[in-house]
Structures are given as C-alpha cells and as structure tokens.
Nanobody
Framework: QVQLVESGGGLVQPGGSLRLSCAAS????????MSWYRQGPGKERELVAL????????NYAVSVKGRFTISRDNAKDMVYLQMNSLKPEDTAVYYC????????????WGQGTQVTVSS
C-alpha cells in the first residue's frame, strides 16, 4: 500500500523558516521523482517543487525559487522541503506527491500539513 505522510507544518512569522518532511512507503522510493504541492485558501493546488529520483535535478515554482529547497534521502525513503524567508502568501496546505505506474499514470498524495505564515 502506497503511503505518504507529511509532517513539520505549523505557524511561523514572516521571514521565518520551516522544514517539511514526507515519509514514503509501499513502493521503490528511489525509482521515482517526488514533488511538493500546495493549496492556499480559495486557490488551486499548485506544484511547488520537484526532485528527480537521484536528486540530480530540481525544479521550483517561480514564486518560491531561491527560498525553498527540495531534497531527498533515498536510504530513508524521505523527501524534504526546506522553506526559508516565508511570506504570508506561502500559507497553504502542503502535500507530498508521488507519480507511479506507466508514464506516471498513478498519482498519490499524502494527507497534507498546514503551513501558516502570519504575524
């Protein structure tokens, strides 16, 4: 059974930092890219960051580039999102995502973790 469990969300002041974690199980983690998405209040779910299976290539949404860093530890089946210089606009539920199956046809999500950036 594929399972993704996020943790690390919380309340932080603007300019602060948080590190999100995602624990993966039920599939060969190192064979697949991993992503972080987020969905803010009244907004569509958007891709925040993606990392290839070995971590050699990463991609970021323009809105977070230079502030967020995605990383993975294939020995621990973990993917992380380090978030620095947080802004109120970053407030959202953050989701860990895995795309499995032929051509990435099976889309799996964690339960989400709330990040609130407010003074």
């Amino acid at each position: 059974q594929v399972q993704l469990v996020e943790s690390g969300g919380g309340l932080v002041q603007p300019g602060g930092s948080l590190r999100l974690s995602c624990a993966a199980s039920g599939f060969t983690f190192s064979n697949y890219p991993m992503s972080w998405y987020r969905q803010g209040p009244g907004k569509e779910r958007e891709l925040v960051a993606l990392i290839t299976r070995t971590g050699g290539i990463t991609n970021y949404a323009v809105s977070v580039k230079g502030r967020f860093t995605i990383s993975r530890d294939n020995a621990k089946d973990m993917v992380y999102l380090q978030m620095n210089s947080l802004k109120p606009e970053d407030t959202a539920v953050y989701y860990c995502n895995a795309r499995l199956g032929d051509l990435g046809s099976r889309n799996y999500w964690g339960q989400g973790t709330q990040v609130t950036v407010s003074s």
